[in-house]
């Protein structure tokens, strides 16, 4: 009679045989792994932003608002992988006379040669290419654990590019306050233009703006919105000063005051909080967003002194509106 094996023993064969073809799967993915993986992979990320590239070439030559831009993307990135290691990483605009900047993040230990290179595509576009390295170990156990972590890596680093656009595609974080283009509204108002040698103080700018309200009083006129001012350096140790008041109707000339007729075109507006130093900022941006847009001023810039600066000696407190016409 012929015996036949044992359920125990056939049920060990099966997992003989199986074990061994695990073994040997496992052995072939090694063998695969040590033989296909190179030392280090060259990775090329990219994006367009919807800006413009000299407006982005400025912001990254800036070092307070590159850090700025790092916290935003340091804030929302997670940094709960316990291998990630701090990068400085260069960004410059290709071909752009600006300086590069640098952006300080947290990326994977292995990632190396970060570089972040900005494109020009048109006056409103440009492509931000972000390339590095990526280094593999010797021991293929470790490899096959990379190969997961670098995939975790592009899409961080796809996440990061991503947050960058929708950074940079907000013009208030490029010029720092929010430029709008309008149409002028005021176009008559009466002006006292005058010269001094040393900066007008606050008191000189209001005898100014008093004189002016109450000639317009005295002629039965209205003010129609808040005082304007313009004062420019103008040969050496010299100031001229404008103060405006814009009015609802024409009025006459006067022997110091004057009616002036402004063209009812367009005018870029900006509103800022603090005193000359913030004011000289603002009017530096708008001046950035003009040429980055390829507008000409036809006209001097001037503020519009929301605040009564007279009974806030604060000038932290001080809220303007700058005004610069364009076309």
């Not at 006379?97 to 409103?124: A, M, Q, R, W």
């Not at 509204?185 to 109450?214: C, F, M, N």
Request: charged content about 20%.
């Amino acid at each position: 009679m012929t015996s036949h094996p044992s359920k125990t023993v056939r049920t060990r064969r099966t997992l003989i045989k199986k074990t061994v073809f695990l073994f040997s799967g496992v052995c072939l993915m090694v063998t695969i792994i040590h033989f296909i993986i190179p030392g280090q992979v060259a990775v090329v990320r990219t994006i367009q932003i919807g800006a413009n590239p000299i407006s982005i070439s400025r912001l990254i030559a800036d070092p307070a608002k590159m850090n700025l831009i790092s916290k935003h993307l340091i804030n929302q990135n997670d940094n709960s992988d316990k291998d990630s290691c701090n990068h400085d990483i260069p960004v410059m605009m290709v071909g752009s006379s600006f300086k590069p900047g640098v952006l300080k993040i947290k990326s994977d230990c292995n990632s190396t040669k970060n570089h972040i290179s900005l494109f020009s595509i048109n006056n409103n576009s440009c492509s931000v290419t972000w390339s590095f390295n990526y280094k593999f170990s010797n021991n293929v156990f470790i490899n096959a654990y990379s190969l997961i972590k670098l995939m975790r890596n592009k899409d961080k680093v796809d996440a990061l590019l991503q947050r960058f656009k929708e950074y940079a595609e907000i013009e208030q974080n490029i010029y720092g306050i929010n430029i709008k283009k309008e149409k002028v509204k005021d176009t008559l108002v009466v002006v006292i233009k005058e010269r001094a040698k040393s900066y007008p103080s606050v008191p000189d700018v209001y005898s100014r703006v008093h004189l002016l309200q109450k000639y317009i009083s005295a002629r039965s006129a209205k003010e129609i919105n808040f005082p304007m001012l313009h004062v420019q350096a103008v040969g050496t140790g010299e100031y001229e000063m404008m103060v405006a008041i814009p009015t609802n109707k024409a009025l006459p000339d006067s022997a110091i005051i004057q009616f002036n007729r402004l063209v009812a075109g367009n005018i870029l507006t900006a509103q800022v909080k603090g005193g000359h130093a913030s004011i000289l900022q603002g009017i530096k941006e708008m001046e950035n967003y003009i040429q980055d847009h390829q507008m000409n001023a036809p006209a001097l810039p001037f503020e519009s002194l929301v605040t009564d600066r007279l009974t806030e000696p604060d000038s932290l407190q001080w809220i303007t509106k700058l005004y610069y016409p364009v076309f």
